[in-house]
């Protein structure tokens, strides 16, 4: 018996019974489809959370923020240290895996006003010439901040696409004046010199990146806030570098240079909250797969158990060809093909399924999380050949005893048999 007829032998039964088929297959439909959707939804929100942190300057930091207070003793004490621009320098130069360090101050609600009143609640970004590199900002007319900028303190600001737009409209704000006014301060007249490209909302900040107004780190302590120190020390280190290492490198640099003391450095870790999710996103997948797995058992002892029937349906079918020279492995494989068959369409229904239902998921997820605009679907490739690879061996493996029996059957006592449909 060839293999194309054993096919056709195999298929026929499900085409003939489509109720049966369908309600036998409908198990595994769900199983399959169930674990693909939620790895579709899970997989896409790592790759949300991955563009994410490249929109902040990407996985390849950290960022050293100042306690304010800490705990000695079981009562709160209030830390006086705070970091200074030489502290990013000398983290730069005793930290060989250190590329570079952004000293960053950043606050929110700063009302900026153009010369013919409108105005914008923008975030407040200042730094060094390096910000751009460091943050992935792109120009979209104009030029970034300079080192003469921060060297003179100049009066100069690069605006977010979404704050330009606000103050200015359609109309170029590059050479044009703005107010920024910090607080109950007076306000501060400021050039504009760039404007930076669209980049969209982050799950991690209050306002959308294209609200920021960045200006001189100098600008900032000199002629707004009148201070000396910074509030975060942005650290860019090689990549496949332990971030752990780094910690401890910029920990014992600024112990030197604050009198022994480091229990006012806090730190926050970009590659953390992803690893976190890595770690989730494993859980989930194994909680999912143990309940697919125990509904994919269930359905396939319900494919054996149609195969059964199908079995003693056919018996004097079996009986008459095993009298005209069919051998017990063609007979098996006919009924194992079936097996196979039923399970192989439970396969390929379920990745549709699933790939359908990951992304209704998904425009759900968009109105739940409204920052995000589009809910990435990921279905990787080995995910399906895994699913359809499954099926296969789950269908040979219930498969086999009904098969077994068929191809056992003498042929005298099968031609004997009564059979009723």
């Not at 002892?301 to 063609?330: P, Q, Y």
């Amino acid at each position: 018996m060839q293999l194309r007829d054993a096919i056709a032998a195999g298929v026929k039964p499900i085409v003939q019974n489509r109720l049966r088929a369908g309600l036998s297959i409908f198990g595994i439909l769900i199983g399959i489809a169930s674990v693909l959707c939620m790895v579709a939804i899970g997989d896409g929100a790592k790759k949300i959370i991955a563009e994410d942190i490249k929109k902040l300057g990407g996985a390849n930091q950290l960022t050293l923020w100042t306690r304010m207070s800490t705990f000695k003793r079981g009562r709160p004490r209030r830390t006086t240290e705070r970091y200074t621009v030489e502290d990013a320098y000398a983290i730069e130069a005793e930290c060989p895996e250190v590329l570079y360090v952004l000293p960053n101050h950043e606050n929110y609600e700063i009302l900026v006003t153009s010369e013919d009143g409108s105005q914008t609640r923008a975030l407040l970004e200042a730094s060094t010439a390096d910000y751009a590199l460091g943050m992935g900002w792109e120009l979209q007319a104009g030029r970034f901040l300079t080192e003469n900028d921060i060297e003179t303190a100049a009066q100069v600001c690069v605006l977010g696409a979404g704050a330009a737009t606000d103050l200015f409209g359609e109309t170029s704000p590059v050479n044009q004046e703005v107010k920024v006014r910090y607080h109950w301060r007076t306000p501060l007249r400021m050039r504009v010199v760039g404007v930076m490209k669209p980049k969209g909302r982050s799950l991690t900040w209050i306002y959308g990146l294209d609200d920021a107004i960045c200006l001189p780190l100098t600008t900032y302590q000199q002629r707004l806030e009148g201070i000396n120190h910074v509030e975060h020390l942005i650290v860019f280190f090689q990549k496949g570098t332990d971030f752990n290492r780094i910690v401890a490198s910029a920990k014992d640099t600024l112990r030197k240079r604050h009198r022994g003391q480091d229990d006012f450095v806090g730190h926050y870790v970009p590659q953390l909250t992803f690893h976190r999710l890595e770690h989730i996103q494993k859980v989930i997948k194994i909680a999912l797969g143990s309940i697919a797995g125990f509904s994919l058992f269930v359905s396939g002892i319900g494919i054996m158990n149609i195969c059964l029937v199908s079995v003693s349906e056919k018996t004097r079918e079996i009986g008459l060809r095993k009298s005209v020279g069919a051998k017990r492995i063609d007979i098996f494989g006919q009924f194992l093909i079936e097996s196979i068959c039923l399970c192989f369409c439970g396969a390929i229904l379920g990745i549709a399924g699933g790939w359908g239902a990951a992304h209704g998921m998904s425009r759900l997820a968009v109105r739940i999380v409204p920052i995000v605009d589009a809910w990435p679907v990921v279905l990787s490739l080995p995910w399906i050949l895994t699913s359809v690879v499954f099926s296969i061996v789950m269908g040979m493996g219930f498969g086999v005893y009904p098969a077994m029996r068929a191809a056992r059957l003498s042929p005298i006592d099968a031609l004997r048999t009564e059979t009723y449909h």
